[in-house]
């Protein structure tokens, strides 16, 4: 969904909409509108070989992605003991306004504003993630999911997460901790519980837990080292070798069950996902 006004991530001036753009007077500036979805970001961006493969899964257009999402629902490192996204999503009220940072190519409910850098299908607004179109203190409940590794100067997101974030309105945010590089288009950090809590430190409450343990971290490296190795850069070969050695040690992430909260495994966890209320 798209909010009925939006405002111009240079200057904040509440822009003027038309068939064709988004204008705005005060500062000259005309985002685009190409195929019914604003343009905020029209970069430049360094095309890298795993953004092409990241687009290629998002659109799930041909044969290797579909064999790469179909495998990756199956044979995957992946494994969130307690899901606490669903938790999240499950306790929104009704007329809650939603919004989610970075949501690639899904929608997690029917009303949600989502935001991606790139047009992928369900993208309701183009746009970097740290100056968003959305009005200050518009949203009531915000998901940023595995997206700050991917920005250059996450504290400038976590800003705008608490620009957009209404008093008392809450966020949930999942980050790689021990986890591979991934360049979507780039990949460059990784978090530890102090950088979430760090980043966080405005919000009246931070909350930071496992949400993929520490077995899901091992057989994820594991395979990783026998898919890279083997690869010679290519993500056919890449896709093969990611699944072949996962295979056999895939279900050990089951241990995670065992692992979960904010326990030790917190120092070697996959991902961690902290709960913040402005
Ligand atoms: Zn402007």
Not at 3 to 27: F, G, M, N, V
Not at 69 to 96: C, M, T, W
Not at 200 to 210: H, M, P, T
Not at 253 to 272: C, E, H, Q
Request: with cysteine; glycine share 6%.
């Amino acid at each position: 969904m798209r909010p009925e006004t939006l405002y111009c991530p240079a200057c904040r001036a509440p822009l003027a909409e038309s068939a064709a753009q988004y204008a705005c007077a005060p500062c000259d500036r005309a985002y685009p509108i190409i195929d019914g979805i604003p343009r905020f970001f029209s970069g430049p961006l360094k095309a890298t070989e795993d953004m092409a493969f990241q687009a290629e899964q998002m659109f799930n257009d041909t044969l290797r992605a579909k064999a790469y999402n179909l495998g990756k629902r199956i044979v995957s490192s992946d494994y969130q003991p307690r899901n606490h996204l669903a938790e999240f999503i499950a306790a929104i009220p009704p007329g809650a306004t939603v919004a989610e940072l970075g949501s690639g190519n899904r929608r997690l409910t029917p009303d949600i504003v989502n935001i991606d850098l790139f047009p992928f299908p369900n993208v309701d607004i183009v746009s970097d993630v740290a100056a968003t179109p959305l009005g200050a203190g518009s949203i009531d409940y915000l998901v940023i999911d595995a997206v700050l590794e991917h920005v250059p100067e996450p504290h400038k997101v976590v800003a705008e997460i608490f620009r957009l974030l209404k008093p008392g309105g809450e966020a949930y945010c999942l980050a790689p901790f021990v986890y591979p590089y991934h360049g979507y288009p780039h990949n460059y950090f990784n978090f530890s519980p102090d950088a979430l809590e760090f980043l966080f430190r405005d919000f009246s409450s931070c909350a930071v837990r496992i949400a993929r343990g520490p077995t899901s971290a091992l057989t994820n490296l594991l395979s990783e080292y026998v898919a890279v190795a083997l690869s010679g850069g290519s993500a056919t070969r890449y896709t093969f070798w990611k699944g072949a050695a996962l295979a056999p040690i895939f279900f050990l992430k089951y241990l995670d069950k065992f692992w979960s909260g904010t326990g030790p495994g917190m120092r070697i966890a996959n991902a961690l996902c902290a709960r913040v209320i402005k």
